[in-house]
T-cell receptor, first 114, second 113 residues
Framework: DTAVSQTPKYLVTQMGNDKSIKCEQNLGHDTMYWYKQDSKKFLKIMFSYNNKELIINETVPNRFSPKSPDKAHLNLHINSLELGDSAVYFCASSQAPLNTDTQYFGPGTRLTVL | AQSVAQPEDQVNVAEGNPLTVKCTYS??????LFWYVQYPNRGLQFLLKYITGDNLVKGSYGFEAEFNKSQTSFHLKKPSALVSDSALYFC???????????FGSGTRLLVRP
């Protein structure tokens, strides 16, 4: 199936740990994104890469570091996890970073920090 | 700065009745507007978008949206609601000059049988 996939789907961890979330798209898109959805369902862009180049870097703590090994993958590494990092993290992709391009979302990773 | 407002946290409608989910936006320059739907424990699914041209845009699952430039609105509509339409709906906007897609706060649609 052509899609945006994320692993893991659920992640439960202790405060202070370091964790990674992986994202892969097989849509042939050039641009990928990470979003955070908080407990009130509010969605906010965190990062975006176009052809492995960072083009959006919102004001997130530097404990969050995206890495794009190639156009089809965008991983999110989080250091020293805090309670407030608990959220659902969505990966998305689009053909290009154009204003008119549709973004397609993965199923999400629910991160719970205890 | 661009922004999107979805003034209703929840919309309740009976099955078979028409539904409207409201969205207003604020951008500098031309707006590019999107609607997404999120079912419980799922990712966002694209419904439709307005880029240019006809103000009435038709999308997936029988949904449509009307772009109104003077009122800066992009309301989502469906002539006859189904119980399976119950979900969380997000409006989003991108401006000419920005890569960023800005989402509204979401509106929960509840269609009762």
């Amino acid at each position: 199936d052509t899609a945006v996939s994320q692993t893991p789907k659920y992640l439960v961890t202790q405060m202070g740990n370091d964790k990674s979330i992986k994202c892969e798209q097989n849509l042939g898109h050039d641009t990928m994104y990470w979003y955070k959805q908080d407990s009130k369902k509010f969605l906010k862009i965190m990062f975006s890469y176009n052809n492995k180049e960072l083009i959006i870097n919102e004001t997130v703590p530097n404990r969050f570091s995206p890495k794009s090994p190639d156009k089809a993958h965008l991983n999110l590494h989080i250091n020293s996890l805090e309670l407030g990092d608990s959220a659902v993290y969505f990966c998305a992709s689009s053909q290009a970073p154009l204003n008119t391009d549709t973004q397609y979302f993965g199923p999400g990773t629910r991160l719970t920090v205890l | 700065a661009q922004s999107v407002a979805q003034p209703e946290d929840q919309v309740n409608v009976a099955e078979g009745n028409p539904l409207t989910v409201k969205c207003t936006y604020s951008v500098s320059g031309n707006p590019y507007l999107f609607w997404y739907v999120q079912y419980p424990n799922r990712g966002l699914q694209f419904l439709l978008k307005y880029i240019t041209g006809d103000n009435l845009v038709k999308g997936s699952y029988g949904f449509e949206a009307e772009f109104n430039k003077s009122q800066t609105s992009f309301h989502l509509k469906k002539p006859s609601a189904l119980v399976s339409d119950s979900a969380l709906y997000f409006c989003a906007v991108r401006a000419d000059s920005s890569y960023k897609l800005i989402f509204g706060s979401g509106t929960r649609l509840l269609v009762r049988p």
